[in-house]
């Protein structure tokens, strides 16, 4: 059995694992990561499908584990190279990832599942077990293979109370070890943290006592699949005389399938549109809105900037942030609060108050799976690097061989074979970023000229010369953007510009770009010596 993580090693997003037996494939999610600050213009990154995009015939299904972005947010893109891959998961995974199918165009066959069910899908036998998560109706996948078996378990935790009754199935875990488990590949992204996850019921009271210490309107930010905290929202409101709007098209569209297959209950009233709960008195008032992790198009930034269309806040109001800190999203969440702050709210979250918990196994959980299922080899996903090296330590903490644990990062080729697992090599595996209805066709090259054009500005200077006589008919000419400086502060460099310029366009067999480098390389020189800057340089030089 080979393995290929094409995404989610190293990082937190954009899961994809690929398994390969006998020529044919099996992916197990497919999802999307966020970009960061330095990803100017980005709107998604991809998973790298290089790897399989020349073998899709061969490609027998994806297993999808749960309804989170970073693990279904990519499949739309993937099917692009094929349709007809059947996806599997569960009633709700699949019922999420719907609409983003239906917006792609692209209808493939689908197959829901549950916890307990076995099937075949060319040389992989699949069981599927209940996790329990941050989102309902999450699934681990037992993969087995006449070279090898592999337990997945997708994003995991073991709240032993959850809201919906599902707990994460031990005892399968514990059946599917004593049958043996070649390669365990478990989540990482809590393995730091000590101890044992706390349970969602411990959100409910905090809540409730938050609910009814407001005195003006609420605003609660979540992940607009977080079916539990939304339940904790409704509850709550609807105890304190609330309505709640629901603002965010995909928190509307995930709440009300959630609400159509009964993973979501709302009590009677509770839920009303905008107009209506816009026209109340601001302590009956309730937004569940999106943007907890600071998007700067989301609803909840865009109340910080005061540019939402229909929602303000001021003082009296309070705003909830009731979802985890995603690494890499500290500044732009930190803006947001700064922003609701000055406008006057009472900003409740994370660090002072139990208003979220995680949809994740801290390193108590995990070393309870590892007694259960003793694995002969372990393979730490989801996670940045430091989450998975906490992952594999906490593995050999319970005697499994530290040879034993693979740590890998995406592109890293795992072998399995014969109970024994090996780093085998490593295909290419870059990020794929989605801008705008382009996919894959911003380099790296590309955002590090976005960000010096966010940062340092952009300076252009244009000439137009005549090579048959060696002559400079007009320019140079500057023009700088972005700068503090005006476009006088160039003028004592234009004397050089222009005898590099002559130079340039006299020499024998010049050509427009030996003029415009000569320019470049002058008024690079400059900038740097004298305004301490790096800017865009673009040189035009046009032949006359």
């Known amino acids: 059995m080979r393995i290929v993580a094409l995404g989610g090693l190293g990082e937190v997003g954009r899961n994809m694992t690929v398994l390969e037996v006998d020529g044919k494939l099996l992916v197990v999610d497919c999802g999307v990561l966020f970009p960061e600050e330095a990803q100017p213009g980005v709107d998604l990154i991809l998973p790298d499908f290089s790897y399989i995009e020349d073998r899709m015939d061969d490609v027998v299904g994806v297993v999808l584990t749960h309804g989170h972005e970073d693990h279904i947010g990519a499949v739309p893109y993937l099917l692009r190279l094929r349709e007809d891959i059947e996806l599997l998961g569960s009633e709700l995974t699949l019922a999420f990832v719907t609409p983003k199918l239906e917006e792609h165009k692209v209808s493939p066959p689908k197959r829901v599942v549950e916890e307990g069910e076995r099937v075949k899908l060319g040389p992989f036998d699949l069981e599927f077990v209940a996790v329990n998560h941050s989102i309902p109706d999450a699934l681990a996948v037992m993969v087995r293979t006449s070279a090898a078996s592999a337990l997945i378990t997708g994003d995991f935790k073991m709240d032993q109370l959850p809201l919906d009754g599902r707990i994460t199935d031990l005892r399968a875990f514990a059946r599917l070890g004593e049958e043996g488990v070649d390669i365990f590949l478990t989540d990482s992204t809590n393995a ?15 809540l409730d006592s938050v609910f009814a210490a407001a005195t003006g309107q609420i605003v609660v930010a979540s992940f607009a699949s977080h079916v539990h ?3 904790q929202v409704l509850d709550a409101a609807h105890k304190h005389g609330r309505l709640v709007a629901l603002i965010g098209r995909s928190m509307e569209r995930n709440m009300r399938i959630a609400a159509e297959r009964g993973f979501l209950t709302v009590p009677d009233g509770v839920i009303s549109d905008l107009k209506t709960v816009n026209a109340l008195p601001p302590e009956r008032r309730v937004y569940m809105a999106t943007g907890s992790q600071g998007e700067p198009m989301a609803a909840l930034s865009r109340i910080a900037h ?40 009472k900003v409740v979250h994370q660090a002072n108050a139990r208003v979220h918990v995680s949809g994740h196994a801290s390193s108590g959980e995990l070393l309870y799976c590892y007694n259960i299922v003793q694995p002969k080899n372990v393979m730490p996903i989801h996670g940045e690097i430091r989450h998975l090296v906490a992952n594999g330590a906490l593995a050999v903490k319970t005697g499994i061989p530290a040879a034993n644990v693979m740590l890998a990062e995406d592109g890293v080729v795992v072998d399995v074979s014969g109970g024994k697992a090996r780093i085998a090599g490593q295909v290419p595996c870059g990020h794929v970023y989605v801008d705008g209805s382009s996919v894959g066709e911003i380099s790296e090259a590309e955002l590090m ?22 002559t400079v008919l007009s320019g140079p000419h ?3 953007r972005g700068m503090a400086e005006d476009d006088s502060a160039f003028d004592p460099i234009l004397p050089e510009l222009d005898r590099a310029l002559r130079e340039a366009v006299s020499s024998r067999g010049a050509e427009v770009y030996h003029a415009q480098q000569a320019l470049r390389r002058v008024l690079g020189r400059f900038v740097s010596r004298e305004l301490r800057r790096r800017p865009m340089i673009v040189p035009f030089v046009v032949e006359a």
């Open 478 to 480: 500057i023009q700088a």
């Open 449 to 470: 000229d976005r960000r010096i054009l966010s940062q340092e500005g952009f300076v252009s200077v244009f000439a137009a010369v005549d090579f048959s006589s060696g």
């Open 229 to 231: 905290r939304v339940q």
């Open 192 to 206: 730091e943290v000590p101890g044992f996850t706390t349970p969602e019921r411990e959100i409910g009271p905090v």
């Open 306 to 345: 005061g540019t939402h269309s229909t929602v303000e806040v001021g003082p009296g109001d309070t705003v909830i942030f009731a979802s985890s800190l995603i690494p890499g999203n500290e500044n732009s969440v930190y803006r947001v609060i700064n922003g609701l702050t000055r406008l006057g709210a």
